[in-house]
């Protein structure tokens, strides 16, 4: 299934992409009360977590890069609410990456207070450092504040005539998708392709050809333009001029349409379902004394506020009341599917992306 938008060889180009790259993730960009800064920051300054009785409170946040736009505007608001209950003045420190490098990041030792990214997969590497419990998925919607699908953005008039995944194995189709290995949304772009595959050899046969599966990889991968550190990134070539079709998150390309740049979206008909969390990382925000703030912070991102924002930033809510609103405005895919259909993401990690996975044989060419 098709959506078009009204909106708007071979060889890799190392130093277009580069340069895209530099452009997207350089710098220190004016933000919230501190600045908002691309790329994992330093730890906060000792006495910065003024969860003490004072009359400021500095949350710093580590976020996936895609996620960047929406914040930008929910930050504020959630220091007005703040402010109003509890007098105290809301400063933040932010950084945004990708996902799974922001997760290594505060991992590493990046002492963020919440960290707001991709996927389950990316919480887990804080989890296992330590820094946080696996309650944070006991919260509300299972500690997911946002939904997308994977679909695929176009030129302007889809000149290659893109219906669907299969159309990314044509010949000199040129596509773009992130790393897996850095970005979250890549890995999310990659289990749409290979689910697609799977579910596809599942309604010719009757069960699921993990061997089908792999070769409808291979074969798109075959097409790879450029793989970028994020899906941002990616998204900072493919308007720079690279390739033809690009693979990311739905609510990615919705926001590069409300900006009025001129894409074609192109729903596919089988896809996945992606669902982005947010948690409190509890080391952090008790050493840093924010813990009610950071806690209220993420609270704040599941209501209908910040959801309304999100949706206005193309992310389909998980507030039923909003999404109730907006349904009228997402695509439906004729068959959608969740991480559950590649048997959840402890088996997509095995199966997919360990060092000798389905993933690693299509680098290797295997």
């Not at 296992?128 to 994977?150: F, H, Q, Y």
């Not at 309604?203 to 699921?208: A, I, L, R, V």
């Not at 074969?219 to 033809?244: C, Q, T």
């Amino acid at each position: 299934m098709q959506r078009d938008s009204q909106h708007s060889d071979r060889r890799r180009r190392t130093g277009v992409l580069g340069l895209a790259s530099c452009l997207l993730l350089a710098g220190v960009v004016a933000g919230c009360g501190n600045g908002a800064e691309e790329g994992a920051g330093a730890s906060p300054s000792a006495g910065s977590g003024a969860g003490q009785a004072g009359k400021e409170v500095t949350l710093v946040i580590g976020a996936y890069s895609v996620a960047k736009d929406a914040l930008q505007e929910i930050l504020p608001r959630f220091g007005e609410e703040w402010k109003e209950k509890t007098g105290q003045d809301v400063k933040f420190q932010e950084s945004y990456e990708a996902s799974g490098t922001q997760a290594r990041a505060i991992a590493g030792g990046f002492e963020a207070d919440v960290a707001v990214l991709s996927m389950e997969g990316d919480m887990d590497k804080i989890t296992k450092a330590g820094l946080m419990g696996t309650d944070w998925k006991n919260g509300a919607n299972g500690g997911m504040i946002t939904r997308s699908i994977v679909v695929m953005g176009t030129r302007e008039g889809n000149p290659k005539g893109i219906k669907d995944f299969d159309d990314l194995t044509n010949p000199g189709i040129k596509v773009l998708y992130p790393n897996p290995q850095t970005s979250g949304g890549a890995q999310w772009d990659i289990n749409a392709l290979y689910g697609a595959g799977l579910m596809k050899s599942e309604e010719e046969t009757g069960s699921k050809d993990e061997a089908a599966a792999k070769r409808f990889l291979v074969d798109i991968h075959k097409n790879i333009e450029s793989m970028d550190k994020s899906g941002r990134a990616s998204m900072a070539a493919f308007e720079y001029g690279v390739g033809d079709v690009i693979v990311t998150y739905e609510n990615e390309l919705l926001a590069r349409v409300a900006q009025g740049v001129h894409y074609d979206i192109v729903t596919p008909s089988r896809t996945i379902l992606i669902e982005n969390p947010a948690a409190v990382v509890d080391e952090n925000a008790d050493k840093h004394g924010v813990r009610e703030a950071a806690e209220a912070f993420v609270e704040f991102l599941h209501g209908d506020v910040a959801q309304e924002i999100f949706a206005e930033n193309g992310f389909r809510p998980v507030s039923e009341n909003v999404a109730a609103k907006w349904d009228d405005s997402f695509a439906q895919p004729e068959k959608l599917f969740d991480i559950g259909y590649l048997g959840g993401w402890d088996e997509v990690r095995s199966k997919l992306y360990s060092d000798r996975g389905i993933w690693y044989q299509v680098l290797a060419g295997q």
